[in-house]
T-cell receptor, first 115, second 114 residues
Framework: KAGVTQTPRYLIKTRGQQVTLSCSPISGHRSVSWYQQTPGQGLQFLFEYFSETQRNKGNFPGRFSGRQFSNSRSEMNVSTLELGDSALYLC??????????????FGEGSWLTVV | AQSVTQLDSHVSVSEGTPVLLRCNYSSSYSPSLFWYVQHPNKGLQLLLK??????LVKGINGFEAEFKKSETSFHLTKPSAHMSDAAEYFCVVTPPGGGNKLTFGTGTQLKVEL
């Protein structure tokens, strides 16, 4: 059974550009969430999607957006990139996402460097 | 709001000795708690989870954790460390009623020496 797949794994962008990251959840999983990991701020929740609807959102500016498609695949977009957006972006998926103790599986992440 | 505090940012042990990584939680409800491990340049792997069933939870690779409500703790232990255990470990709590808006601790870097 394939795990959570994220593409691209590594990318370098210039300040002011935009970037789109993709996440394919485990087959059968309908909930996808995104996290940003930086050395200074640790792991922070970005947003969660379930059945193509954003269910939760973290405290990030509007430059960070996402969406989920009918096949549960998800993308996140960051516009007008800033140096501080350099981070590991992790995608996680789960079967439903609403019951307590629901097991959440993470992908290997997309490493974004903004120069 | 829920939170977790990992009491040690770095822990160093010798191979073959016990591992103890400490986590305290704060929650106004009965929480679900997880431990994840992250090896260098990798994603997060679930070690174990507590969901109000047994208070002693066994995970993968010989790890286990005990939920102690009276102490609001969920410490991770392993009887005998292996070199491959060197990684960063995160204690995590879920929001009320479940959901995937996880709150992470700041992480504990485990170093295993020969």
């Amino acid at each position: 059974k394939a795990g959570v797949t994220q593409t691209p794994r590594y990318l370098i962008k210039t300040r002011g550009q935009q970037v789109t990251l993709s996440c394919s959840p485990i087959s059968g999983h309908r909930s996808v969430s995104w996290y940003q990991q930086t050395p200074g701020q640790g792991l922070q929740f970005l947003f969660e999607y379930f059945s193509e609807t954003q269910r939760n959102k973290g405290n990030f500016p509007g430059r960070f957006s996402g969406r989920q498609f009918s096949n549960s695949r998800s993308e996140m977009n960051v516009s007008t990139l800033e140096l501080g957006d350099s981070a590991l972006y992790l995608c996680a998926s789960s079967r439903v996402g609403s019951e307590a103790g629901n097991t959440i599986y993470f992908g290997e992440g997309s490493w974004l460097t903004v120069v | 709001a829920q939170s977790v505090t990992q009491l040690d940012s770095h822990v160093s042990v010798s191979e073959g000795t016990p591992v103890l990584l400490r986590c305290n939680y704060s929650s106004s409800y009965s929480p679900s708690l997880f431990w994840y491990v992250q090896h260098p340049n990798k994603g997060l792997q679930l070690l174990l989870k507590y969901t109000s069933a047994a208070t002693l939870v066994k995970g993968i690779n010989g790890f286990e954790a005990e939920f102690k409500k009276s102490e609001t703790s969920f410490h991770l232990t392993k009887p005998s460390a292996h070199m491959s255990d060197a990684a960063e470990y995160f204690c995590v709590v879920t929001p009320p009623g479940g959901g995937n808006k996880l709150t992470f601790g700041t992480g504990t870097q485990l170093k295993v020496e020969l």
